[in-house]
């Protein structure tokens, strides 16, 4: 008898302990949201929001070219931590390529980013400028570069074709940023945010003069 109801004890215990496991997948899971917006609908108003930029669709999301910055934000969404993937597709046209990710943002010039300058990707003397963090409208390039030169700017690695896509994955932990390319280990670059916002808008971001691509954008959120 005594076997028996050792036996039965341990059976007990075995189905509690997996149950237990089983929930704290359950918990982790239901903690972080998988969202993948469909960039079909980049038009479409009530989705998307456009700033001086005009946007088309054709089997990637394109961002013409003007003076000044321009992001497509994601209307009616909060982004406060988690991961931001995508693919993303400039030029190696010297000063006229700047790629990247706005995050954390209140309006069109208030916003923390991640940027590539795919220019400079092979260029010996500047590949160390090739991915960059700002906060603006305070901390843009120039003033980090000019007061903490190298801290917010890094080259990357392995080094992307300059003319052809590239995979960037931005991982937000506030304050801690961390970028890796084309799904390396190690990330090309991290910084502790400048910003004392934890969330707020997140969308493609093109700079002054440049034009972008962006598809394939999957958004992870704890």
């Not at 039965?8 to 509690?16: E, G, T």
């Not at 960059?132 to 901390?139: A, D, E, G």
């Not at 932990?173 to 090309?188: H, I, M, R």
Request: net charge positive; aromatic share 14%; with cysteine.
């Amino acid at each position: 008898m005594k076997k028996i109801n050792l036996s039965f004890n341990f059976a007990i215990l075995k189905l509690i302990f997996a149950l237990f496991i089983l929930c704290i997948d359950f918990s982790i899971s239901a903690q972080q949201k998988e969202y993948s917006p469909d960039l079909i609908k980049v038009s479409d108003s009530t989705v998307w929001s456009i700033f001086n930029r005009k946007v088309v669709y054709n089997g990637a999301v394109y961002l013409d070219a003007k003076n000044g910055d321009g992001m497509l934000w994601l209307k009616d969404f909060n982004f406060a931590n988690g991961k931001i993937d995508l693919d993303i597709k400039g030029k190696n046209e010297t000063g006229k390529s700047f790629v990247g990710i706005a995050f954390h943002g209140l309006n069109d010039s208030t916003y923390d980013a991640i940027y590539f300058r795919p220019f400079n990707f092979k260029n010996s003397e500047r590949s160390n400028h090739s991915v960059q963090y700002i906060s603006h409208p305070k901390f843009t390039w120039y003033k980090l570069r000019d007061e903490n030169p190298g801290k917010y700017e890094n080259s990357v690695k392995p080094v992307p074709n300059p003319d052809e896509w590239f995979h960037a994955t931005i991982v937000i932990e506030y304050p801690v940023v961390k970028v890796f390319v084309d799904n390396a280990e190690e990330p090309s670059l991290i910084v502790n945010q400048l910003s004392s916002r934890k969330a707020g808008r997140l969308g493609f971001w093109v700079g002054n003069t440049s034009e972008g691509f962006y598809k394939n954008l999957k958004i992870l959120s704890n």
